[in-house]
C-alpha cells in the first residue's frame, strides 16, 4: 500500500495524471471487506480499468483498485451456461473466452474497454446488443458494512447507460462478481445495427457464428476508435441522446440524413457523433484535446492533458450541438472530483 501520493496515469485511460494520497489493490472479495473495515478507506474512490473516467484534477480521498480474477461455468444444461467472472477480469477477454467456449450473447460487445465489475453498473452496450439481455445476477459487497448482496435483474433497475448502481445504489456497493446467462447452441445473432452486416459481407462470411460477429465487431471499432495506449480516449465520451419523436420529426425535415434509431413509441435515439460532426467538431484540435478525427464521439488527450482541458472542450462541444440542434448531450464518462 502506497504511503505518498500515487500517480494515477497508469490507471486511467485518458492517461490523465491526476494523484491519489492513498492507492491499494483488491485481490479477492475477502480482500476488499478487510480494505473496507479500514477508517482510511471509508470514502475511497472504487476504480476498475479506469476507462470511463475522467479525472478532473488530483484526488483527496484514496482509490481502491479492483483486481478480483477469474472466469467459470457455475451452472449449465442443454441450452444455457451461467459464467461467472471476477470484477477485475477484463471485459474483452472475457468475451474471448465465452467465444472460445462457443457462449453466444456478448459477441457484440466486443473490444469494450474495461474490467468485468463496471458493466453492470453502466449497463454497457453496442451493436444492439446491452449487458441487461444476458445479466443472471451479481455479487455486491456493501461498502457501509461488508454485507454480500446478490443483485438480480429486477433489483438493476437498468436502463440505457444506466443502473441502480449510478442512482440509488451509488457509492453503496462494490461489485465483485458478476454472472451472465449465455447460449449454447441456436444462438441469437445481432447483425442489423451499424455496419455489422456490411463488414460481415466484406470478410466474405454469409452465415455469421458468433466468433464471426466478434471478428466483425473488432474490426469495426479498431477501425475507428484510437488505442487509448497511443491517445488516451474513454471510448464514447457521450451518450446517444433519446428525444420525442416530435423532435426527431422536426430535425428530420432539416436534416433528412440525420442517424435516428426508434426506441420506443414515441422516442428515438439519435447518434450522438453525427450531432458532433455536423456541429464542425470532429477531427479539430483544441490545443492538448479534442474529438477524434475517425469517430467524432470520442474525446482524446492528444498531449498532457489536465482533466479540466479534457472538460473544458467536451463543454464547449456541448455548447455547439445546443446551439446547433437544441439537443443536450449529456457525459458517458464519469466525471471524478
Avoid at 470514502?43 to 484526488?59: E, K, P, Q, R, T
Avoid at 462470411?205 to 480516449?233: C, F, M, Q, W, Y
Avoid at 440525420?258 to 420506443?264: D, F, H, L, N
Wanted: aromatic letters at 8%; glycine letters at 8%.
Amino acid at each position: 500500500m502506497e504511503a505518498k501520493p500515487f500517480s494515477l496515469a497508469q490507471h486511467n485511460t485518458f492517461g490523465v495524471a491526476a494523484k491519489t494520497p492513498l492507492f491499494v489493490e483488491a485481490t479477492s472479495s475477502i480482500a476488499l471487506q478487510e480494505i473496507l473495515k479500514d477508517p482510511r478507506f471509508k470514502d475511497a474512490l472504487i476504480l476498475g480499468g479506469g476507462s470511463n473516467v475522467l479525472f478532473l484534477n488530483d484526488l483527496s480521498r484514496p482509490v481502491i483498485k479492483i483486481a478480483i480474477s477469474g472466469i467459470k461455468i457455475i451452472e449449465e444444461n442443454e441450452d444455457f451456461a451461467i459464467v461467472s467472472a471476477g470484477a477485475g477480469v477484463v471485459w474483452h477477454d472475457l468475451v474471448m473466452w465465452c467465444i472460445a467456449n462457443n457462449l453466444g450473447g456478448i459477441e457484440n460487445l466486443s473490444l469494450i474497454p474495461g474490467l468485468v465489475g463496471a458493466a453492470p453498473i453502466q449497463n454497457i452496450g453496442a451493436y444492439g446488443v446491452e449487458l441487461s439481455d444476458v445479466f443472471h445476477n451479481a455479487i455486491g459487497i456493501g461498502r457501509e458494512n461488508g454485507d454480500s448482496r446478490i443483485f438480480f435483474l429486477e433489483d438493476c433497475e437498468f436502463g440505457y447507460r444506466d443502473s441502480i448502481f449510478k442512482n440509488e445504489l451509488k457509492d453503496s456497493y462494490v461489485i465483485t462478481t458478476l454472472r451472465l446467462s449465455l447460449t449454447k447452441k441456436n444462438h441469437r445473432l445481432n447483425i442489423d445495427y451499424g455496419a455489422i452486416s456490411q463488414t460481415l459481407k466484406e470478410m466474405g462470411v454469409h452465415s455469421p457464428t458468433i466468433d464471426d460477429i466478434a471478428k466483425a465487431v473488432i474490426r469495426i471499432r479498431s477501425n475507428k476508435l484510437p488505442n487509448p495506449e497511443i491517445l488516451g480516449n474513454a471510448g464514447s465520451f457521450f451518450k446517444n441522446p433519446i428525444v420525442p419523436n416530435t423532435k426527431t420529426k422536426a430535425l428530420q425535415k432539416l436534416y433528412p440524413e440525420i442517424p435516428t434509431y426508434p426506441i420506443e413509441a414515441n422516442y428515438s435515439k439519435i447518434a450522438a457523433g453525427w450531432l458532433i460532426e455536423q456541429a464542425g467538431f470532429k477531427g479539430v484540435p483544441y490545443g492538448n484535446v479534442g474529438m477524434h478525427k475517425k469517430q467524432a464521439l470520442v474525446l482524446v488527450n492528444y498531449g498532457n492533458a489536465t482533466g479540466s482541458e479534457l472538460w473544458e472542450h467536451a463543454q464547449r462541444v456541448i455548447d455547439g450541438v445546443q446551439q446547433q440542434f437544441g439537443i443536450a448531450l449529456e457525459p458517458e464518462v464519469n466525471l471524478i472530483n
